[in-house]
């Protein structure tokens, strides 16, 4: 984006902040520097067999990845990423205290209350843990993991109602009103 987008003149590369959400916050956790221990899997697999990430990797036969050497975090890590919010990382519980040490750019952290894909302790509760600087921390009352997704269309819900279905009393658009302005906030306060 900030060499071949057309609109790269509209991005300061001194201001640089990334979000990620599940998925999305793993892969934010490594590019500010933090490095994962994949010999956590398969321990947590075996404790856990019905967990999001254990039925995926039962159903493709994949074999948990060696464990990073902590040392070599700074291979993923992008230095122009000054800022970062993250909510609901997978795979959380691979960073432990070491393996975030290298983490030291503010974060803003959000966790479900009742996230059933990602539950707690295990993921966004292990990153705060362990992040050597405390987060900015959002617990959402009566979320559940895809409420952190925009609202659905009528026609996506149709088609995708796990993704769509919030638990009763939770208002998701409304929640997204809370969620955008305390994101927009954060980047604003801290890439300043």
Same mark, same amino acid.
């Given at each position: 984006?900030?060499?071949?987008?057309?609109?790269?003149?509209?991005?300061?590369?001194?201001?640089?902040g990334?979000?990620?959400?599940?998925?999305?916050?793993f892969?934010?956790?490594?590019?500010?520097?933090?490095?994962p221990?994949?010999?956590?899997i398969r321990?947590?697999?075996?404790?856990?067999?019905?967990?999001?990430e254990?039925?995926?990797n039962?159903?493709?036969? @994949?074999? /948990?990845? *060696?464990?990073?050497d902590? #040392?070599?975090?700074?291979?993923?890590?992008? $230095?122009?990423?000054?800022?970062? !919010?993250?909510a609901a990382?997978?795979?959380?519980?691979?960073?432990?205290?070491e393996?975030?040490?290298?983490?030291?750019?503010?974060?803003?952290?959000w966790?479900a209350e009742?996230?059933? @894909?990602? /539950?707690? *302790?295990?993921?966004?509760? #292990?990153?705060?843990?362990?992040?050597?600087? $405390?987060?900015?921390?959002h617990l !959402?009352?009566?979320a559940?993991?895809?409420d952190?997704?925009?609202?659905c269309?009528?026609?996506?819900?149709?088609?995708?109602?796990?993704?769509?279905?919030?638990?009763?009393?939770f208002?998701?658009?409304?929640f997204?009103?809370?969620?955008?302005?305390?994101?927009v906030r954060?980047?604003?306060?801290t890439?300043?």
């Amino acid at each position: 984006m900030l060499t071949e987008w057309p609109d790269r003149a509209r991005i300061d590369p001194e201001h640089i902040g990334a979000f990620g959400f599940s998925a999305g916050g793993f892969t934010v956790l490594a590019a500010i520097g933090g490095a994962p221990d994949f010999s956590k899997i398969r321990p947590h697999c075996e404790a856990h067999p019905d967990y999001f990430e254990c039925t995926l990797n039962k159903r493709a036969a @994949i074999a /948990p990845p *060696p464990a990073a050497d902590a #040392s070599d975090a700074n291979s993923f890590r992008d $230095p122009r990423i000054k800022t970062a !919010v993250i909510a609901a990382p997978a795979l959380g519980y691979t960073f432990d205290r070491e393996g975030l040490d290298p983490v030291t750019i503010p974060i803003q952290l959000w966790s479900a209350e009742f996230d059933h @894909i990602l /539950p707690a *302790p295990d993921y966004a509760d #292990s990153v705060r843990a362990n992040l050597p600087r $405390p987060p900015e921390f959002h617990l !959402v009352a009566k979320a559940d993991h895809f409420d952190f997704l925009a609202p659905c269309s009528a026609e996506l819900a149709k088609i995708a109602p796990d993704i769509c279905q919030s638990i009763a009393g939770f208002d998701r658009e409304e929640f997204h009103q809370r969620f955008n302005a305390e994101v927009v906030r954060f980047f604003h306060e801290t890439l300043q």
